[in-house]
């Protein structure tokens, strides 16, 4: 039997993470014991995770962000974000984007109709 799951996205984590590293880094500093009790839980070093984390693309890096890592950062400091990233990245399509991209300019519309009208009656 197959159970049906509802995800509640946090919208806009794709506009404001460039990468899953970069949202695992929010989910450690932003953790409430820190960087180095979570670093103590995967059984680093605060500077070899901190290197992980900012660790680029390349295939050759010598400490890269593993999906095991990834796993611990979610258990560990129960942050979903990143897993929400995956989920906002891969499965949402252009229509669903689009939409929601659509009813945040009509939130942000009428201030944004507000900020010129003070802009103009300043002239």
């Keep these: 039997m197959a159970v049906q799951m509802e995800i509640d996205l946090e919208p806009g984590l794709t506009d404001r993470f460039g990468s899953l590293s970069q949202v695992c880094a929010a989910a450690v500093y932003d953790s409430r014991r820190g960087q180095k009790w979570v670093a103590a839980e995967m059984d680093m070093t605060p500077s070899e995770l901190s290197k992980r984390l900012n660790s680029g693309k390349a295939a050759d890096d010598p400490r890269p962000l593993h999906a095991d890592h990834v796993e611990r950062i979610v258990e560990i400091t129960g942050d979903l974000r990143p897993v929400l990233y995956l989920v906002e990245r891969f499965f949402t399509d252009r229509d669903t984007r ?7 300019i009509e939130k942000m519309l009428p201030e944004l109709m507000q900020l010129v009208k003070s802009a103009n009656a300043k002239r």
Excluded: F, G, K
């Excluded at 939409?99 to 945040?104: G, L, P």
């Design 98 to 104: 689009q939409r929601e991209a659509v009813a945040r």
